[in-house]
């Protein structure tokens, strides 16, 4: 079965909730935190080869949550989930230096999509806990995260390993999803 004909079979998964897309370059956390958003254990973690979906309960709000993975062959096909989205998460690696330039164009092509126009955005700064970690104020400047005017933004300090900040970015997530949704 092809990517776009497995989409179309769980299209209906948004139907009644919130829709989040999960992006970023691969190695950056994106599975890992999502494993936390739904309070699983984060124990082994393998790469996303295409996409994972989970459904995750949190403030009242019913959140379906795609993972879709970060290897240059498959960021081409982003833009084909991106469609209903409430709410876009960005994962950049904190500690991942050289390739910042790279995550900062592939987030400034994300935000110029017509599906993702004035869709909040929620970026974690990931691996924290590392010493060669870049602040999450060093990583916001970089991604030029203060030119997005067309939506709501937060950048969110975090440790996918250890869940430092995954809440955090949760209740930002569920207080703007819900100003949002009224």
Not at 10 to 36: F, P, Q, S, Y
Not at 135 to 156: C, E, F, S, V
Request: glycine share 8%; net charge negative; hydrophobic share 40%.
């Amino acid at each position: 079965m092809s990517l776009v004909e497995e989409l179309k079979k769980v299209e209906h998964l948004n139907d009644n909730g919130v829709r989040i897309v999960l992006l970023g370059l691969d190695n950056a956390g994106k599975t890992t935190i999502l494993t936390r958003l739904a309070l699983e254990e984060a124990s082994s973690i393998t790469p996303t080869q295409g996409f994972n979906i989970k459904s995750v309960q949190s403030q009242g709000l019913k959140l379906s949550v795609w993972d879709i993975g970060g290897q240059r062959s498959i960021r081409t096909h982003w833009k084909k989930y991106l469609g209903s989205t409430d709410l876009l998460i960005y994962v950049v690696d904190s500690a991942d230096r050289k390739r910042f330039e790279e995550t900062g164009q592939e987030l400034a092509e994300l935000v110029e999509e017509d599906n993702l126009l004035g869709v909040p955005l929620l970026v974690f700064a990931n691996k924290q806990d590392l010493l060669t970690a870049a602040p999450a104020a060093d990583i916001a400047a970089g991604l030029n995260l203060h030119t997005y005017r067309d939506r709501i933004w937060q950048i969110q300090a975090c440790s996918a390993l250890s869940g430092e900040g995954i809440q955090d970015g949760m209740n930002w997530i569920c207080k703007n999803i819900s100003a949002k949704k009224k």
